[in-house]
């Protein structure tokens, strides 16, 4: 076999985010003894993947979780098994590119642990119980108070004690917030951008979404692979290039590798175009990345088309199609009476979180507990409480 040409897209070592104990980064809002074998975010990521919040993820929605004729399935994505994929994306990117894989594991980890059940649907219900009282949900800023707050394992604080790089990365992965706006976030530096681990993480969630979501959507079947065809010439080509390579393959292995092509595609771009951004700065220090121009982590102009046109196929004919209406009403309806009633009876609600009322306010605490839920456990609680009503 001819050796494979060496693809190296490293960046200097001083654009990664330094994971040492004596990192600035690496701080801790308690401070701990270091371990004897394990760096700094290496324990963040343990730290997230033992979380309750995360463990709960499998419960809930990451587009659908049933087939239009036969009910509930077991063989799509949850919000746990999504994860995986954005973490298994993010590690490869952040390795390529010579930054920091633990950082960007535990933020790939950490990054839809404060979605709320239902998928999108719930996420839009809950924000507009929210918005009935002058408040919003915001999925980032929930995640924020998971890992700093509820999550109780140490008898010495709350939360999860977790670094800083990765509590900067959790509210600013997706999105940039003012700082003049959010007074309580000051320790996240919202003047400045979040370094490369974190802000890779939103296109490794979008490309592992993307493409999973086509492969739940044709095996659903509430896509088409002709619709995906027609619609999508970056899928079409590759699935041409598949049925090439291997005529005889079965449908569906075909569209496998499509799409397998397809996340290549994607993944190998978004190195490549990070890695051009980040040197054309012409400075190597993470302060660079910080103050650049703009946040560095893209896709080149063509893939950065064919992410937007995914995306918008999958809005028209996945995440808003007729096939889901029903669930997505369904949804809504139970988040926004469950939300009313808990507002109208707080004693519906365990101990631990009513005593966060005084400090937080009825309606926050009632929108944390919700957020908090498996699709079933919400389903169960609305069923006892008003589906006999
Ligand atoms: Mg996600």
Known sequence: ??????????????????????????????????????????????????????????????????????????????????????????????????????????????????????????????????????????????????????????????????T???????????????????????????????????QLIDLADEIAYLTADLDDGLGAGILAVDQVREALPFFRTRHDAALDDAPQAAAKLAADEALRRMLNAFVTDLIVETRAQASALGAATLASIRRAPRRLAALSPPLEAARAATKAFLYANLYNSAAQEQEHAQAEKVVLELFDLLLAEPGLMPPDHQTQIPGEGLVRTVADYIAGMTDAFIVQLWTRTLGQR
Do not use: C
Request: a neutral charge; glycine letters at 6%.
């Open 164 to 198: 800083l790089a990765v509590r900067e990365g959790i509210v600013k992965h997706s999105r940039d917030y003012a700082a003049a706006g959010h007074p309580e976030l000051a320790e996240y530096l919202l003047d400045e951008f979040p370094p490369l681990e974190a």
């Open 1 to 162: 076999m001819e050796p494979r040409e060496k693809f190296d897209a490293a960046l200097p070592p001083a654009m990664a985010v330094d994971g040492g104990e004596a990192s600035a980064l690496a701080r801790r809002a308690h401070a701990e003894p270091p371990h004897p074998y394990r760096a700094p975010f290496a324990r963040d990521m343990a730290r997230v993947l033992h979380a309750r919040a995360f463990r709960r993820l499998a419960g809930k929605t990451q587009v659908f979780t049933r087939l239009p004729a036969e009910g509930l399935s077991d063989h799509f994505r949850s919000r746990l098994t999504h994860t995986l994929e954005v973490a298994q994306i993010a590690r490869t990117v952040a390795a390529a590119l010579g930054l920091n894989t633990e950082l960007a594991e535990a933020l790939a980890l950490a990054h839809d642990i404060g979605h709320p059940p239902f998928g999108h649907a719930g996420e839009r219900a809950l924000d507009r119980a929210l918005r009935r009282h002058g408040m919003n949900f915001d999925h980032n800023l929930h995640a924020l108070r998971i890992v700093t707050w509820f999550e109780e394992r140490y008898p010495a604080f709350r939360g999860l004690n977790l």
